[in-house]
T-cell receptor, first 109, second 115 residues
């Protein structure tokens, strides 16, 4: 079965802390997406990656294809980073996204 | 427009009524996807369209759900005889293609409440 698992499900941290959210998947993929969803809001695509590492501002996404694992890091976290972060993959041979359950991140001032 | 537009943003309907949800993708995006996020649940795939190819309907939960995409642009998701379990946020996304190099742009979603 093609599955995507995220951890932790919930994460609360203090402003300024370094945040790591993990994503593991069961079989080979073509691409992996990290998405951000604010309360009541739509979804924003943060990264799409198929190998290596990408950085955008305080956000860093890495992927290890051999280990079938990706991480999303947030440096110098801020309360405005509070959101649900969702990992989604496209399994090899498929076209649609399969989503993890999301990680609810709360950054306290 | 600059982004993916969905309408209405909120819809409350009575059980048994039909509803139509609209998605206006980014101009030039050939791929269009519908996803659903039920309360407390993760996102699930419903259907996708790619150009003139037959749509992938494998995620539609029942035959009460249907979708069409006219002229390769605007898409309408129709739910007939709505049930309370249909209550969810329905999200539309579009991209230039379905290859792995194409990112997605999501709409803000339609929150459907069946009472």
């Amino acid at each position: 079965k093609n599955e995507v698992e995220q951890s932790p499900q919930n994460l609360t941290a203090q402003e300024g802390e370094f945040i790591t959210i993990n994503c593991s998947y069961s079989v080979g993929i073509s691409a992996l997406h990290w998405l951000q969803q604010h309360p009541g809001g739509g979804i924003v695509s943060l990264f799409m990656l198929s190998s290596g590492k990408k950085k955008h501002g305080r956000l860093i996404a890495t992927i290890n294809i051999q280990e079938k694992h990706s991480s999303l890091h947030i440096t110098a976290s801020h309360p405005r980073d509070s959101a649900v972060y969702i990992c989604a993959v496209i399994f090899q041979g498929a076209q649609k996204l399969v989503f993890g359950q999301g990680t609810r991140l709360t950054i306290n001032p | 427009g600059a982004g993916v537009s969905q309408s209405p943003s909120n819809k409350v309907t009575e059980k048994g009524k039909d509803v139509e949800l609209r998605c206006d993708p980014i101009s030039g995006h050939t791929a269009l996807y519908w996803y659903r996020q039920s309360l407390g649940q993760g996102l699930e795939f419903l259907i996708y369209f790619q150009g003139n190819s037959a749509p992938d309907k494998s995620g539609l939960p029942s035959d009460r759900f249907s979708a069409e995409r006219t002229g390769g642009s605007v898409s309408t998701l129709t739910i007939q005889r709505t049930q309370q379990e249909d209550s969810a946020v329905y999200l539309c996304a579009s991209s230039f293609g379905t290859g792995v190099f194409y990112g997605y742009t999501f709409g803000s979603g339609t929150r459907l409440t069946v009472v």
